[in-house]
Structures are given as structure tokens and as C-alpha cells.
């Protein structure tokens, strides 16, 4: 064995076995019976190799289960579907002479060069039978003791190949005695919820079969032993970066070992390969944490920051928007836009962004969407009297768009009914008004990217929020053959990466926004393109919390758009506006109120918010993050950020109400240097203690009343 730091692949010959070890985690497979590629361990690093389990320990399994092979009794990496398996495979096929089954044997391994994210390895399987070739690969995320996992299928044969289920892996754990599943479930309105199951001897999945990642479920999830915390025990997490259909399907089998399957879900769904071709599955992220849930968010959120989102510089933050939405509604026109900049301008934001209503046709919510041209009536000139403006008080400008959906009040349906889904004898599908425009076709993708293009070329606009306000339904595809039509729901979320991308190699200066009716749409895949995602159209900020709370287990804050609006409709729930505010605040702040109406004082109020809001904004969007409390369990909820060089903390704490007699909350802090003295400001106390004091006794909240909220600074005193 080399250096395990500046190696951190290793392969041992004599085993066939290959070690890959992050900062405080190991993953280790190797070559076991029958050439089947083997998962042998999966937890904390080790000291020694030696140490860890080798390949075809399943021989040693008890006896009694005789129609169980070896196939089944192997934690496989990528078990396909053949022989005598009955798990979930992660590959199933139909060769053209109607064979549907595979024999993936070891062929070879080889190392990938090291890049920003770390060492990666390619390990290549083959059907004993057909000249179809799986390539499995792996990269190391060291610092953040993760594991990327992909496939790329390989057709080296001389007949197509019809691809009935790709997945991008499969992982066991064998560590627990039981399982309990942690996951993010809701719907529209109540995304990102925090779910806790206990896993027995079934089958648990959760998925999307929309079209869009969903807002009732997303792909995330933590596996404990039932008694994790947020801050301590073991807890293995994993995630997909796509925002299409996806599945994780989690089962205990006959052994005790908990096989996770997850990637792209076949549900309606196949892809063609020809001789020649391939296809490459999304990435599966997976982690180990010994910290807890907490642990494991917090490698995730750092891994997202230097890895993932489009610009990861830590020097970057996000601005402070304000969108004109919950004000005006569709109801917008210049000189209206024009006072709401100058407001917002005086308020202290950064990014004024005009909602939907800019367009042409924009009677309600839906008419004219897909013509996205100027409405000449509400804007005589164009929208550049109105940019011209924004930029004259210090801002930059954004803009509102749906490119997936068009209506049929709107001269692109007119001129083009055969762009969108739908079946020859049925009636075509709307929802919310809208269809959803084929991106699977090269003519649709050409036309969206020529129309924003221009828009983003003719107007000087710095940020664009993306919205998809339907799932996509009965993904019919006329014109192509069959077995292309069963590519369309993988087809679509490939076209819209494809237009993201290249308005961002067009327009690299302009920050994008994913939405979908809020959090539909929230995942690593969209993420890799998009700076920041709005999670949830649900804008109280009571319910804001739970719905951040399950955010940040997955994605980090400084990708979580928070808006400060007026009371929102379905809860008319009212507050002081120091608690909106300081909700906004746990992530990328906003404000959508109708602040034309705004007195004097909540003017100030909201200028005192914004100025301290960008002095600790570094500390929240680049810091770690700390669920000191949560919302689901406690009345007084609190969530902690620190900077990395532990120079600087922040403290939030909300409480829902008050009973006479409720004592004082302590809240312990964490992450801050033991033996440094630090200076802690908020409320009417300010005291000095050291890192461990503030660990080990906390500091005392004591807020009274319903609906309020704290803001605790901590400054490490030199």
C-alpha cells in the first residue's frame, strides 16, 4: 500500500480488491465468485488494509437458504437482471433476438487522472454472451467523504439494443441491525418535509414518475440504526443529480443488509442503443457521516459550494432580490415597476426581477405563455426604459420565464399544435392551463435557445428565474417510432439541460433560478446549472421553516431562496417583520411584499434587516450550517451558520408561541474553537466566553409571545 493521503485508490492485487478511502470514510469492492463485482465494506476508514472484509465473504453466510446462488447472496455493484437473482437489478435489457437477460463479468479496471473533485477509478464489466460493455465509475469527493457513482453502457455489438432499466448503482449496508429511512416528502405548497421510517422485509421506494424531480418527493436519503441524532451516530446519506423521473428503492434482504438501488426510473420508459452508441446514467452521490444527520448535510452543502453549483468560488454570494410577483400580480406596467425599484432600491436590495405579465396576452396566469414578446401596451418602449432605471439606483435586473410550457391562446401553439405531448387519438392534456412543449424534438430545443438568446442578447438582464408550473402527462410523441417515443420522459430532462447549458455558455454572466410551482424541481442535476433554486411557493414564514429545515438536510443555503411577503393567502397568517425577515436571512434573501405600501417604519425595519443581512451574508451562504433545534420537535427552533476559519458565528431562533410559566431555551453552539474567547451580541446582554462554555452551557434565549424570533451574533475576540 502507498500513501493512503496522496493515494487514496488503492488496488491489492492478491484480492483483486480495491480500497477507496476519503478523509474518515472507506468504500471498498473487489472481484468475488463468477468474476461478479463485490461490495465488500461501506463505513468509517480504517488503519490498516488489512482490515478490511476481502472479496466472497458471502460463503460464509448460514446455511438453509438453498435457492439462493451466489448471485443473490452477493451485495453486488451493479447486479444486472440474469441468472438466479432476485433483488433489484440495476440493468435489464432485450437483446434483438429477444434474450432479456445479462452475465456481467469482470473484464478490467483502470484509474481516471485526478481532477478538482479527486481521485476516479473505471471499473468495466461485460456480458459473457454479447458484446455489451458496462464501464462503472467511481470518484472520490476526499474532503467531504463522498462517492460519485455512474454507469455508461456500451453497444460494441452488431444489433440495437433496447435498455429497459439503467440505474446509476446499487449500495448495501451491512452495519445495523435495523434500518431507519430518513427522507423529504410533501407536495405543492409543503415541499422538503422531514419523513422518518423504520425499514422492515419490504420493499420501500420513493420516486417521481412527473416528468420533474416533484414536489412529493425528492432524490435524497439518510439510512440510520433508528437512533441517530442530528449531531451524533452513524448516518449513510445519498443523493441523485437529475431532475427527471428517478427512483430509490430500499430493501432488506434475506441476510440482514439494506440494498439501495437508485438512479433514472424505467416506469414507461426504455432507451434504444444502436451498434456503436452509449449511454451515461446521472451521477449517485453517497456519503458516510459519524455526526450525525447534521454531519452529512454539512459535507454535502460544502461539496454542492466547490463542486457543483456554476460559479464556486467562496468569494461569490448571492444578491438580495426583490420580484414584484405578490405585488402586482399579472397587473404590471412601467411606471408601477418603475416605483417599486425605487422602493426597493431604498430598502437595500440588489436585483430587482419582473414576474409573469411582461409578455404579450398575459390576461391571467396561463394566456399567452410561449410567446415571449414584449407587451407593447404595459411597456411602450421595450423593457430597456425600465432596465435603464433599475440600473441607474445600483441593481441589476431579472426576468420571469416558463420555456417548457406554452398555452393555447398563444400564436406558438397556433402555429405549432405538433410541438407539444399528446397521443394521435387522444385529446391533448392541459394542466394549470398549459402544455408542455416536446423538448425531445431538436426544433423545439433550437427555438427556445434562439428566443432567450435574444432576449438575454437584446436586453441588459442579469438573472432569469426558470419556471415549470405543470408535471408533464401523456408523453406522446406522434411523429417518432415506437421505440424512440419511450425515450421522451429521459429525453425531455435532457433537453432542458441542454438549453440551460447553453444559455450559460452564451450568457455565463447571468444567474439562473430554478423553479417549479416552487420546489418541483430541486436536485443536484438542475443545481450544476442553476445558482439557486426557489423551494416552495408556500412564502409563510412559520411554514418556511419546516420546509428549510428538510432543504438543508440535502442542499445547501446558500442555493434556498427566502422571500419576506406580505401575509400569504391560503394561511393569512400575520407576524411582526422581524420574523419574516429573519427566516428569509437562514439562506438567500428576498422580499415579494407590496412594499408601495409599506409604512415609514417597516421601511426602516426592512433597511436594518438588508444592511445586516450583507454583513453576515458571507457567514450563512459560504459557512457551515448547524440545526441546533428543529421546528418538527421543539417550540423554540434555532439553526447556527460559522464561517470556515471559526472567526464568526450566527444564531436564529424562532419561537411559535408562549405559554406563562415556559422557561428560557439554552441553546448549546457547535463548530466554534474550543479555547478561543468569543463576544456574543443580541437581545440586551452581551458577554464573552470561550468556545467550549458556549458548547457545554450555551446561551440563554428567552423570547416571549407568538411568532418570534432572535438573532444572535459570535465574534471571536482577538
Not at 391533448?428 to 427555438?447: C, H, I, M
Not at 440551460?500 to 423553479?515: G, K, T, Y
Request: aromatic share 12%.
Amino acid at each position: 500500500m502507498g500513501d493512503r493521503t496522496t493515494m487514496p485508490i488503492q488496488y491489492v492485487e492478491e484480492d483483486e480488491q480495491w480500497i477507496l478511502e476519503t478523509k474518515r470514510s472507506a468504500y471498498v469492492f473487489g472481484v468475488g465468485p463468477n468474476g461478479i463485482l463485490q461490495q465488500c465494506y461501506w463505513g468509517p476508514r480504517l488503519p490498516h488494509e488489512s482490515d478490511y472484509p476481502k472479496p466472497g465473504r458471502t460463503e460464509s453466510r448460514p446455511e438453509g437458504y438453498p435457492f439462493d446462488d451466489i448471485e443473490e447472496r452477493t451485495p453486488e455493484e451493479y447486479p444486472p437482471w440474469g441468472g438466479v437473482r432476485y433483488k433489484e437489478p440495476a440493468i435489464k435489457v432485450r437483446y434483438s433476438d429477444g434474450t432479456q437477460t445479462l452475465s456481467l463479468r469482470f473484464e478490467g479496471a483502470e484509474r481516471r487522472e485526478p481532477n478538482e473533485k479527486g481521485a476516479g477509478l473505471v471499473v468495466m464489466l461485460r456480458d459473457s454472451n454479447y458484446d455489451l460493455r458496462v464501464a462503472v465509475e467511481y470518484r472520490l469527493i476526499y474532503e467531504n467523504d463522498l462517492l460519485e457513482r455512474s454507469a455508461t453502457i456500451v453497444n460494441e455489438g452488431n444489433a440495437p439494443v433496447s435498455l429497459e432499466r439503467t440505474l446509476s448503482g446499487q449500495l448495501s449496508i451491512t452495519r445495523f441491525e435495523r434500518y431507519r429511512l430518513t427522507h423529504l416528502a410533501g407536495h405543492w405548497g409543503r415541499e422538503t418535509n422531514v419523513e422518518r421510517t423504520p425499514l422492515g422485509r419490504a420493499k420501500t421506494t420513493i420516486e417521481s414518475r412527473r416528468g420533474v424531480t416533484s414536489h412529493q418527493h425528492n432524490p435524497w436519503f439518510a439510512i440510520d440504526a433508528g437512533t441517530a441524532t442530528e449531531h451524533e451516530g452513524e448516518v449513510y446519506f445519498g443523493a441523485l443529480a437529475y431532475s427527471g423521473n428517478w427512483t430509490f428503492v430500499f430493501e432488506e434482504n434475506s441476510y440482514g443488509d439494506l440494498q439501495i438501488s437508485g438512479g433514472i426510473h424505467d416506469f414507461d420508459s426504455a432507451w434504444h442503443l444502436e451498434p456503436g452508441e452509449s449511454f451515461e446514467t446521472p451521477t449517485l452521490i453517497a456519503g458516510y457521516s459519524a455526526e450525525g444527520f447534521g454531519g452529512g448535510s454539512r459535507n454535502l452543502h460544502d461539496y454542492q459550494r466547490r463542486h457543483v453549483l456554476p460559479d464556486t468560488s467562496p468569494a461569490v454570494t448571492r444578491p438580495i432580490v426583490y420580484n414584484s410577483w405578490y405585488a402586482t400580480g399579472l397587473d404590471v406596467h412601467e411606471d408601477q415597476q418603475m416605483r417599486l425599484a425605487d422602493r426597493a432600491a431604498e430598502i437595500g436590495c440588489e436585483l430587482f426581477v419582473v414576474d409573469a405579465g411582461w409578455f404579450k396576452n398575459a390576461t391571467d396566469f396561463a394566456t399567452g405563455v410561449g410567446d415571449w414578446e414584449v407587451d407593447k401596451e404595459k411597456f411602450s418602449n421595450g423593457l430597456s426604459p425600465l432596465i435603464d432605471h433599475v440600473k441607474s439606483l445600483g441593481m441589476e435586473f431579472g426576468l420571469w420565464l416558463e420555456p417548457e410550457n406554452v398555452n393555447e391562446d398563444s400564436d406558438l401553439y397556433r402555429n405549432h399544435p405538433d410541438w407539444v405531448y399528446g397521443f394521435s387519438n387522444r385529446d391533448q392534456q392541459q394542466n394549470d392551463s398549459r402544455y408542455v412543449l416536446n423538448l425531445a424534438k431538436e426544433e423545439v430545443r433550437g427555438f427556445l435557445h434562439e428566443t432567450f438568446d435574444r432576449l438575454l442578447t437584446e436586453y441588459d438582464i442579469d438573472f432569469v428565474k426558470w419556471d415549470m408550473n405543470r408535471p408533464l402527462s401523456d408523453p406522446g410523441w406522434p411523429e417518432a417510432d415506437p421505440e424512440t417515443e419511450r425515450e421522451v420522459w429521459i429525453r425531455h430532462t435532457r433537453g432542458v439541460y441542454e438549453v440551460f447549458d447553453r444559455l450559460r455558455e452564451n450568457h455565463p454572466e447571468v444567474i439562473l433560478e430554478s423553479c417549479s410551482a416552487g420546489g418541483g424541481r430541486v436536485d443536484l442535476g438542475i443545481l450544476s446549472r442553476a445558482h439557486q433554486t426557489f423551494p416552495s411557493d408556500d412564502v409563510d414564514p412559520y411554514d418556511r421553516l419546516f420546509v428549510q429545515e428538510g432543504y438543508s438536510h440535502a442542499y445547501a443555503p446558500k442555493t434556498m431562496v427566502n422571500w419576506v411577503t406580505d401575509p400569504w393567502e391560503p394561511t393569512e397568517r400575520e407576524t411582526n417583520l422581524d420574523y419574516p425577515f429573519h427566516v428569509g436571512m437562514t439562506g438567500v434573501l428576498g422580499i415579494g411584499a407590496d412594499i408601495s405600501e409599506w409604512t415609514a417604519e417597516q421601511v426602516a425595519t426592512a433597511k436594518n434587516h438588508v444592511s445586516q443581512y450583507k454583513e453576515i451574508r458571507p457567514i450563512v451562504q459560504n459557512g457551515d450550517q448547524y440545526r441546533l433545534r428543529s421546528p418538527r420537535e421543539h417550540e423554540l427552533s434555532a439553526v447556527q451558520y460559522i464561517s470556515p476559519d471559526r472567526s464568526r458565528a450566527v444564531v436564529f431562533a424562532f419561537r411559535h408561541s408562549w405559554r406563562y410559566g415556559d422557561m428560557s431555551s439554552t441553546l448549546r453552539l457547535r463548530g466554534l474553537d474550543e479555547d478561543a474567547r468569543y463576544r456574543v451580541e443580541g437581545g440586551e446582554r452581551t458577554h464573552v466566553r470561550s468556545g467550549k462554555a458556549l458548547r457545554e452551557r450555551g446561551i440563554e434565549i428567552d423570547l416571549r409571545g407568538d411568532f418570534g424570533s432572535h438573532l444572535v451574533q459570535v465574534t471571536k475576540e482577538e
